[in-house]
């Protein structure tokens, strides 16, 4: 079997990695229904904070939808390893929900290997048009940008900058909510006199969504689809110097609390730096609602969050605000390919769409259980949030609907395997190394464009 082959190298890859994250397809007709008597279908699902019940709910509907048709549902919070010495035992799965832009690579390499199928025919025009406008567009759809989906963007969530909004609204608001860099630098200036940081980040690979947006602002789309597909001008020009000197300003010692990096490389430590914010050792920090659920535990219940595009510059007239989406795959080698088919189109319907609403999970230290919604990119999905969901989360989502705020989707393009290159590493590790004065932006952006350069060679 030729995944095998290739899992071997993945294997490799991927350790390494580890150590450097209308009811379309809802009805079928008679023949798809006999054609999936006594299959079994085998989804594989990443175990992260949305739960296992959600994907249990979706398994059930899919197998009352299809019968004869019986899911083998497997999940874990280390597919990758596990899915790696299955496939190379000969073990493939049909249907794969892991993300790009995980530590460990491996959709990313997956697809360097060619070892993803395209799956462009599951989007017809129908189901196109039940989806978000642009949703497809990008390259976390179309990794090798040739007009073919192989992943599909079953998930999605609006990112931005997030803050306490006690201290912008209200009658103990202490700050003006800034809309360029200028005001940003500014409000910084104003609450370092506080004893107050302006920003502090998670990890550092949480400025990818920060640094698509940006350069989505400083150049406008079509500079920023060139930039996805390693446009040779891409950091040298005007509006990419304008990042990084920008991002170089922000990490600085002067506007990023100081405990920012060493906390970001502990084990744990990313959630050190998101308490910080809770507590007010630092205003804002890149992030997506996640964070709601993840820090509620430690939240204070007058706590209130919120979340802004990152600023504009003096001048714009437009914001960015940048889509983070899941993705689902199918692998080129599933054994039950038509019907890996018909799941990921399922993945659209009214059916699953609900069952993603009502989610709920239970927060393991204290035991309560909340509402934890999960949005799918179908054009209304977000608007029938349901009560009892805080605010921040419709607000968060309702930002893609404000005038003057442009939706960005997209990752880095795909390209052939390159020996020694981790793109997180190489693209958003340096910001760690400004902050300390290891690095100057010169040499961050002498090493982006060397990347570039590499990757350009490399492009599928």
Same mark, same amino acid.
Do not use: H
């Given at each position: 079997?030729?995944?095998?082959?290739?899992?071997?190298?993945?294997?490799? %890859?991927?350790?390494?990695?580890?150590?450097?994250?209308?009811?379309?397809?809802?009805?079928?007709?008679?023949?798809?229904?006999?054609?999936?008597?006594?299959?079994?279908?085998?989804?594989?699902?990443?175990?992260?904070?949305?739960?296992?019940?959600?994907?249990?709910?979706?398994?059930?509907?899919?197998?009352?939808?299809?019968?004869?048709?019986?899911?083998?549902?497997?999940?874990?919070?280390?597919?990758?390893?596990?899915?790696?010495?299955?496939?190379?035992?000969?073990?493939?799965?049909?249907?794969?929900?892991?993300?790009?832009?995980?530590?460990?690579?491996?959709?990313?390499?997956?697809?360097?290997?060619?070892?993803?199928?395209?799956?462009?025919?599951?989007?017809?025009?129908?189901?196109?048009?039940?989806?978000?406008?642009?949703?497809?567009?990008?390259?976390?759809?179309?990794?090798?940008?040739?007009?073919?989906?192989?992943?599909?963007?079953?998930?999605?969530?609006?990112?931005?900058?997030?803050?306490?909004? @006690?201290?912008?609204?209200?009658?103990?608001?202490?700050?003006?909510?800034?809309?360029?860099?200028?005001?940003?630098?500014?409000?910084?200036?104003?609450?370092?006199?506080?004893?107050?940081?302006?920003?502090?980040?998670?990890?550092?690979?949480?400025?990818?969504?920060?640094?698509?947006?940006?350069?989505?602002?400083?150049?406008?789309?079509?500079?920023?689809?060139?930039?996805?597909?390693?446009?040779?001008?891409?950091?040298?020009?005007?509006?990419?110097?304008?990042?990084?000197?920008?991002?170089?300003?922000? %990490?600085?010692?002067?506007?990023?609390?100081?405990?920012?990096?060493?906390?970001? @490389?502990?084990?744990?430590?990313?959630?050190?730096?998101?308490?910080?914010?809770?507590?007010?050792?630092?205003?804002?920090?890149?992030?997506?609602?996640?964070?709601?659920?993840?820090?509620?535990?430690?939240?204070?219940?007058?706590?209130?969050?919120?979340?802004?595009?990152?600023?504009?510059?003096?001048?714009?007239?437009?914001?960015?605000?940048?889509?983070?989406?899941?993705?689902?795959?199918?692998?080129?080698?599933?054994?039950?390919?038509?019907?890996?088919?018909?799941?990921?189109?399922?993945?659209?319907?009214?059916?699953? %769409?609900?069952?993603?609403?009502?989610?709920?999970?239970?927060?393991?230290?204290?035991?309560?259980?909340?509402?934890?919604?999960?949005?799918?990119?179908?054009?209304?999905?977000?608007?029938?949030?349901?009560?009892?969901?805080?605010?921040?989360?419709?607000?968060?989502?309702?930002?893609? @609907?404000?005038?003057? %705020?442009?939706?960005?989707?997209?990752?880095?393009?795909?390209?052939?395997?390159?020996?020694?290159?981790?793109?997180?590493?190489?693209?958003?590790?340096?910001?760690?190394?400004?902050?300390?004065?290891?690095?100057?932006?010169?040499?961050?952006?002498?090493?982006?464009?060397?990347?570039?350069?590499?990757?350009?060679?490399?492009?599928?």
């Amino acid at each position: 079997m030729k995944m095998v082959k290739k899992l071997v190298a993945l294997s490799l %890859v991927s350790a390494m990695a580890v150590s450097g994250l209308a009811a379309c397809g809802s009805s079928k007709d008679d023949d798809s229904k006999s054609e999936g008597d006594g299959k079994v279908l085998k989804v594989a699902a990443f175990e992260g904070g949305n739960g296992t019940q959600i994907w249990e709910d979706i398994k059930e509907a899919f197998e009352k939808e299809n019968e004869g048709v019986t899911v083998e549902l497997e999940m874990s919070s280390e597919l990758d390893q596990d899915l790696t010495k299955e496939i190379q035992n000969g073990d493939v799965p049909d249907v794969v929900y892991y993300n790009l832009g995980q530590e460990s690579g491996f959709t990313e390499t997956m697809l360097k290997e060619g070892a993803i199928a395209d799956i462009s025919d599951v989007f017809d025009d129908e189901l196109k048009g039940r989806l978000l406008d642009g949703i497809l567009d990008g390259t976390d759809a179309q990794p090798y940008g040739d007009g073919k989906i192989y992943l599909a963007p079953i998930f999605y969530t609006p990112t931005g900058f997030w803050y306490n909004k @006690n201290l912008f609204e209200g009658p103990n608001a202490k700050y003006t909510l800034p809309t360029t860099w200028e005001e940003f630098f500014a409000l910084g200036d104003q609450a370092k006199k506080d004893g107050v940081s302006l920003f502090t980040f998670p990890q550092a690979g949480y400025f990818d969504a920060t640094m698509y947006t940006m350069l989505a602002q400083s150049g406008g789309m079509d500079f920023y689809k060139k930039a996805l597909q390693y446009d040779a001008d891409t950091w040298t020009s005007a509006e990419g110097k304008k990042v990084l000197d920008t991002i170089g300003k922000l %990490v600085s010692k002067d506007y990023t609390q100081a405990d920012t990096v060493a906390n970001a @490389n502990a084990d744990g430590g990313f959630k050190i730096n998101q308490q910080n914010v809770i507590d007010g050792k630092a205003l804002f920090m890149p992030n997506g609602n996640w964070v709601i659920s993840e820090m509620a535990a430690s939240t204070p219940s007058d706590y209130e969050w919120g979340m802004m595009p990152a600023p504009k510059w003096d001048g714009d007239t437009q914001q960015s605000v940048y889509m983070f989406t899941e993705q689902m795959w199918v692998p080129a080698d599933a054994p039950n390919m038509d019907l890996a088919k018909e799941f990921v189109k399922f993945m659209y319907s009214d059916t699953v %769409v609900d069952i993603l609403l009502a989610n709920e999970t239970t927060n393991k230290e204290t035991g309560e259980t909340s509402p934890s919604p999960v949005v799918a990119p179908v054009k209304g999905a977000a608007e029938k949030l349901p009560e009892g969901v805080s605010q921040t989360t419709k607000d968060c989502y309702a930002i893609t @609907n404000q005038e003057g %705020v442009v939706s960005v989707t997209g990752k880095w393009a795909t390209t052939e395997p390159i020996e020694g290159l981790n793109m997180n590493d190489a693209v958003y590790k340096p910001i760690e190394s400004i902050n300390t004065g290891d690095m100057t932006v010169d040499d961050w952006q002498k090493q982006l464009v060397e990347t570039w350069q590499k990757c350009a060679e490399a492009a599928k």
